[in-house]
């Protein structure tokens, strides 16, 4: 069965500055896809990113961008000049491709400090 | 378009008292699916289906049961709850085959069992 790690359970950044989470991965299948939410004090899970692994291009979301490394099966976020409102927990997901389950990471608590 | 909607946002039991968590889509999508989110463990999968009147277990189905009648509802029963069950509870759709991959979450439903 495949895992997902978030390997840091809280961080803090400074308004405005970037800030990098960290995701590892186990399968060993080559079709699937990965994915950041965002979980912000509402409960609210909102997708943030998602990265197709087949594509080699790294996705972007205008602030948000993933370093997708398929070999290492390392899949971080970068938040770019963060805001307050990205406060929140992030999570890590994975799903194969043709299956819609969807395996989530431990989360990341994310504070953003004014 | 209300998305996925569940009721109630919020519940507390007695141990061993039964409830049904409610959950319903208007997008018509095929695949629906409960998760439980619990602190320092992310989510994971309850229960699933694919289609009305289609479901399966997902990594921590025990203690729960779920049916598929129509494609818009997917309710999740706990039969005799236990304060293991104490969690917050997502609800989510989707609609596999298309380009958009992402899944749609409800808003939760936050239970305490005493």
């Known amino acids: 069965a495949q895992t997902v790690t978030q390997s840091q359970p809280e961080m803090s950044v400074q308004e405005a500055e970037t800030v990098t989470l960290s995701c590892t991965y186990d399968?060993?299948?080559?079709?699937?896809?990965l994915f950041w939410y965002k979980q912000p004090p509402s409960r609210q899970m909102i997708l943030v990113i998602r990265q197709e692994a087949y594509k080699q291009q790294n996705a972007t979301e205008n602030r948000f961008s993933v370093n997708f490394q398929k070999a290492a099966k390392s899949f971080s976020l970068k938040i770019s000049d963060s805001q307050l409102g990205d406060t929140a927990m992030y999570f890590c997901a994975f799903r194969f491709f043709g299956n819609e389950k969807l395996t989530f990471g431990t989360g990341t608590r994310l504070t953003i400090i004014p | 378009n209300a998305g996925v909607t569940q009721t109630p946002k919020f519940q507390v039991l007695k141990t061993g008292q039964s409830m049904t968590l409610q959950c319903a889509q208007d997008?018509?999508?095929?695949?629906m699916s409960w998760y439980r989110q619990d602190p320092g463990m992310g989510l994971r999968l309850i229960h699933y289906s694919v289609g009305a009147g289609i479901t399966d277990q997902g990594e921590v189905p025990n203690g729960y049961n779920v049916s598929r009648s129509t494609t818009e509802d997917f309710p999740l029963r706990l039969l005799s709850a236990a304060p293991s069950q104490t969690s917050v509870y997502f609800c989510?759709?989707?609609?596999?085959?298309?380009?958009?991959?992402?899944?749609?979450f409800g808003p939760g439903t936050r239970l305490t069992v005493t």
């Open positions: 399968t060993s299948e080559s079709n699937y896809y």
């Open positions: 989510a759709s989707s609609s596999p085959g298309t380009a958009n991959y992402e899944q749609y």
């Open positions: 997008m018509n999508h095929e695949y």
